[in-house]
């Protein structure tokens, strides 16, 4: 089995910063993207940014020149810098990991969900 155990959120005031972290863990065999998705009340869930495990990125044109994504492949940790924070930013924010364990299993794997509430 894989875990992936997000951190990071909380309450911030518009314009503020938070920093999430992704751990990894369990039977990793290997981990190809990363990614980050957001999911606000009454909305479906979408992709925020994304990273290869050689380094590419993507991102929601919405978080673009605000969102900054990267990983450390040697922790299995992937992180979400989120700058000048809007309202309209707060939502869950899930980790997501296109991996494959140590059994050959590979699919898409999901943490838990971490609330950002973007609020004065």
């Known amino acids: 089995q894989l875990q992936l155990v997000e951190s990071g959120g909380g309450l911030v005031q518009p314009g503020g910063s938070l920093r999430l972290s992704c751990a990894a863990s369990?039977?990793?065999?290997?981990?190809?993207?990363m990614g980050w998705y957001r999911q606000a009340p009454g909305k479906q869930r979408e992709l925020v940014a994304a990273?290869?495990?050689?380094?590419?990125?993507n991102y929601a044109d919405s978080v673009k020149g605000r969102f900054t994504i990267s990983r450390d492949n040697a922790k299995n940790t992937v992180y979400l810098q989120m700058n000048s924070l809007k309202p309209e930013d707060t939502a869950v924010y899930y980790c997501?990991?296109?991996?494959?364990?140590?059994?050959?299993?590979?699919?898409?794997?999901w943490g838990q969900g971490t609330q950002v509430t973007v609020s004065s």
């Open positions: 997501n990991a296109d991996a494959t364990t140590d059994w050959g299993v590979h699919g898409d794997y």
């Open positions: 369990g039977s990793i065999f290997s981990i190809n993207a």
């Open positions: 990273i290869t495990i050689g380094g590419s990125t």
